[in-house]
């Protein structure tokens, strides 16, 4: 069992930045296959970065603003968040992959003013 705990939501006007926080109660050092995903008022959730041991993956909307990186030392995993749209307004989900199973955190909410 892995509990996943987003930190970093907030209220950020067009253009800022954010830095989402994913803490993992265990090691993710071994683990390969993570990500995020995002859900807007009204849509489903959808795939946003993926992190695995062939490199990382972006939804084509978020490409070159946001990065998904990882800190082993601290078992968290990361989403930068450059030049932020509108359209980035959602609950951000964290998750990875452990054998068979999956594992999310409860989300975190970004909302970005125009």
């Known amino acids: 069992q892995v509990q996943l705990v987003e930190s970093g939501g907030a209220l950020v006007q067009f253009g800022g930045s954010l830095r989402l926080s994913c803490a993992a109660s265990?090691?993710?050092?071994?683990?390969?296959?993570m990500g995020w995903y995002r859900q807007a008022p009204g849509k489903q959730r959808e795939w946003v970065a993926t992190?695995?041991?062939?490199?990382?993956g972006y939804k084509d909307s978020v490409k070159g603003r946001f990065t998904i990186s990882r800190d082993n030392a601290k078992n968290t995993l990361y989403l930068q968040m450059n030049s932020l749209k509108a359209e980035d307004t959602a609950v951000y989900y964290c998750?990875?992959?452990?054998?068979?199973?999956?594992?999310w955190g409860q989300g975190t909410q970004v909302t970005v003013s125009s």
């Open positions: 992190l695995t041991s062939g490199g990382t």
């Open positions: 265990r090691s993710i050092s071994g683990i390969w296959s």
């Open positions: 998750y990875l992959n452990l054998g068979p199973n999956s594992y």
